[in-house]
C-alpha cells in the first residue's frame, strides 16, 4: 500500500498500516500497556488503538457512542462542547479484522469545541467472546492546517482497512 507501512501492534497480536509519516508516542512518552498511539509528524493529528474491557450491560448502548462520551468526558468539563455528528458512518468490511469472532463494530464522527475544535472519529471492535472493545480513534486538531501530510477520514479508513488481529491469547488473563 502506497504511502503507508506495515506496523505491529501490542507485540504482533494485532496489525495495520500506518502512513509513512507516523511517530510513534511510546518513542518519546509513556504510554500505558493497552494503548498504542501514533503522532502525525506534522501536524496536531494521532490515530490511538485502545484495548478496553467491554463496559457493564446497563451503560453499554451504542458502543462507539459510550467510548466517544468517555473520551470526551475525560478532557472537558462542558457537556456543550459535545457534538455528535454521525454514528456508523465509517464504513468497513470487519470479516478480514477476524474470521470466525462474533464481533460488533460501531463508528461515531463527533466534535468538540471545548478549547479549541478538535474531530474525533472513533471505531469499536467489540469482540464479546473476551470481554474486550478495541477502540480505534483518529484525532484531528489540526482544522485550519494546511498541510501536505495531514492525514484525512479516508487515511483513517485505510488504517482500519488492513487492521487485523492476529493473536487472541492477547485477550486471555
Do not use: E, K, T, Y
Given at each position: 500500500m502506497a504511502g503507508f507501512a506495515q506496523k505491529e501492534l501490542f507485540g504482533g497480536a494485532l496489525t495495520c498500516f500506518l502512513p509513512l509519516n507516523v511517530l510513534d508516542a511510546s518513542d518519546v512518552r509513556q504510554v500505558?500497556?493497552?494503548q498504542e498511539i501514533f503522532l502525525n509528524s506534522s501536524v496536531d493529528q494521532n490515530i490511538i488503538f485502545d484495548i478496553l474491557e467491554t463496559p457493564d450491560e446497563n451503560v453499554m448502548g451504542h458502543a462507539a457512542t459510550f467510548h466517544y462520551r468517555e473520551i470526551i468526558d475525560d478532557h472537558s468539563s462542558d457537556e456543550a462542547?459535545?457534538?455528535?455528528?454521525s454514528t456508523d458512518s465509517i464504513l468497513l468490511d470487519s470479516s478480514q479484522f477476524c474470521p470466525n469472532c462474533p464481533m460488533t463494530?460501531?463508528?461515531?464522527?463527533?466534535?468538540?469545541?471545548?478549547?479549541?475544535v478538535m474531530i474525533l472519529s472513533l471505531v469499536v471492535f467489540r469482540l464479546p467472546q473476551f470481554r474486550t472493545d478495541i477502540v480505534v480513534s483518529f484525532n484531528d486538531s489540526s482544522s485550519n492546517s494546511e498541510s501536505p501530510q495531514k492525514w484525512s477520514l479516508e487515511t483513517f479508513q485505510a488504517v482500519l482497512r488492513f487492521f487485523r488481529l492476529k493473536d487472541t491469547s492477547l485477550f486471555i488473563n
Open positions: 500505558p500497556d493497552n462542547s459535545l457534538r455528535i455528528l463494530v460501531s463508528s461515531v464522527v463527533g466534535l468538540s469545541s471545548a478549547d479549541s
